[in-house]
Antibody, heavy 123, light 107 residues
């Protein structure tokens, strides 16, 4: 059974970098079928997909256009985890952040989610 | 981006009532539409994949239908534990997008 465990700070100052990590158990970040996603949720904007990383003989990333200039999602194969970095945050980035797995082609739905991390952007 | 519009935004229903939630896509997405349930202070969980396929372990009272631009989630004989917000999600075209949610309250 796949489980995702998130970690990272719940408070980030404006203009700084938001960093979260998602530990994977029961699957591999290097899976040739799954993809590893970050999604956030706020009352004003609902659920927003931010991006994903996946391995298909080499590493790929896809990012949402509205964060593309500020986001990096990296796999860490030694720790079987993946991370989110969001630069130059503003209060608009305050949200609950989730990591989630999708099963790749033919299974492009989020069948496993992390527990969520409330990140507040404030000084 | 593909916009998903759910209706209604809110339903207040009695136990054993049938609930229908619709999700309309701004363009055709085939059957690449999935439904999630989110209870307060919890992460979303998958209910229905690819419009009509039940996910493992989901009670049989949950069902989905539709294709193209119009989709429906039906909850037959609602139970108290079904109080939650329900979201649709499309995986036809990046970026993946979600509906705004439908909150179901038990009277």
């Amino acid at each position: 059974q796949v489980q995702l465990q998130q970690s990272g700070p719940g408070l980030v100052e404006p203009s700084q970098t938001l960093s979260l990590t998602c530990d994977i158990s029961g699957d591999s970040v290097s899976s040739n079928s799954a993809a590893w996603n970050w999604i956030r949720q706020s009352p004003s904007r609902g659920l927003e997909w931010l991006g994903r990383t996946y391995y298909r003989s080499k590493w790929y990333n896809d990012y949402a256009v509205f964060v593309k200039s500020r986001i990096t999602i990296n796999p860490d194969t030694s720790k079987n985890q993946f991370s989110l970095q969001l630069n130059s945050v503003t209060p608009e980035d305050t949200a609950v952040y989730y990591c989630a797995r999708d099963g790749g082609v033919g299974a492009l739905y989020f069948d496993c989610w992390g527990q969520g991390t409330l990140v507040t952007v404030s000084s | 981006d593909i916009v998903l519009t759910q209706s209604p935004d809110f339903r207040s229903v009695t136990p054993k009532e049938k609930v229908t939630i619709t999700c309309r896509a701004s363009q055709s997405i085939g059957s690449s539409l999935h439904w999630y349930q989110q209870k307060p202070d919890q992460s979303p969980t998958l209910l229905i994949k690819y419009a009509s396929q039940s996910f493992s372990g989901v009670p049989s009272r949950f069902s989905g239908s539709g294709s193209g631009t119009d989709f429906t989630l039906t909850i037959n004989s609602l139970e108290a534990e079904d109080a939650a917000t329900y979201y649709c999600h499309q995986s036809s075209t990046l970026p993946w997008t979600f509906g705004q949610g439908t909150k179901v309250e038990i009277k």
